[in-house]
């Protein structure tokens, strides 16, 4: 029985030791900010098929859609930062993360969009969200041991000249790793992992961040490598709650 189940901890490590084969990414692109994502991607995984559309420029949200439905995708990207992102199928992108892929999601339409934006944070475990508008302001990691937090030093961000900047969550089932308060308070979290324990929803742009591509790298490689189950200091962070 135990070498039963040592075989299938050794099968499950092989399965996630190899590199993902297809990542589709939404986002948007203007004034120099937008692409940080993909130079992460291609750091990462030089061999990954990464097919990135953009809805600013060029309103490639049929592009998009018709990818979501043709898959399969190791991991599904949406960053929303800069144009109506209505026109995204929100229902399809529900139902791939509900029947178990693996998603990144930030908008900046968490309140205001109509094509089911907020349904999905729902169900990625935020109950709730306030736009942050105006300048610049501060951001802290919350859980510094995470691995999205690793070898980070600078969680400043440019203001890229948007109306609705960023967003604050208020947490249900996820687990934030940031947040805009300088310790863990209930309505501040930013950077979370979604209720799938893989997942990550997002109330903080890293388009714009100063290390965008350094955090990018960070996040991709947790939702592709790390542990559902890995939670280091969350116990303490849900408390103050």
């Known amino acids: 029985m135990k070498f039963v189940a040592c075989l299938t901890l050794l099968l499950a490590a092989a399965a996630f030791s190899q590199d993902p084969s297809n990542i589709l990414i939404y986002m948007d692109v203007s004034g120099g900010y937008g692409e940080a994502v993909v130079t992460a991607c291609n750091n990462l995984w030089p061999s990954c098929n990464v097919y990135p559309a953009t809805g600013q420029p060029g309103a490639m949200y049929t592009q998009f859609n018709d990818a979501l439905a043709t898959g399969p995708w190791d991991i599904v990207v ?16 529900s139902s791939y993360y509900n029947g178990g892929g693996t998603l990144y999601v930030s908008t900046w339409e968490w309140t205001g969009g ?70 863990p308070s209930a309505g501040q979290a930013a950077l979370c992992v979604a209720e799938d324990g893989k997942s990550i929803i997002s109330g903080f742009t890293l388009a714009y961040a100063n290390e965008g591509v350094a955090i990018w790298e960070n996040v991709l490689d947790f939702m592709w490598t790390g542990s559902p189950l890995e939670r280091t200091t969350w116990g303490e962070i849900k408390s103050s709650f």
Do not use: K
């Open 78 to 93: 949406v960053e929303s930062w800069y144009a109506d992102c209505d026109g995204l199928d929100w229902a399809g992108i």
């Open 114 to 183: 109509s094509s089911g934006q907020g349904v999905l944070g729902n169900d990625m475990g935020v109950s709730a969200y306030s736009n942050i508008q105006g300048g610049v302001i501060p951001h802290y990691a919350w859980d510094t041991g995470h691995p999205i937090c690793d070898g980070i030093s600078d969680w400043g961000w440019a203001d890229p000249g948007l109306g609705i900047l960023n967003c604050r969550f208020t947490v249900d089932s996820a687990t934030p790793i940031t947040g805009w308060t300088s310790s």
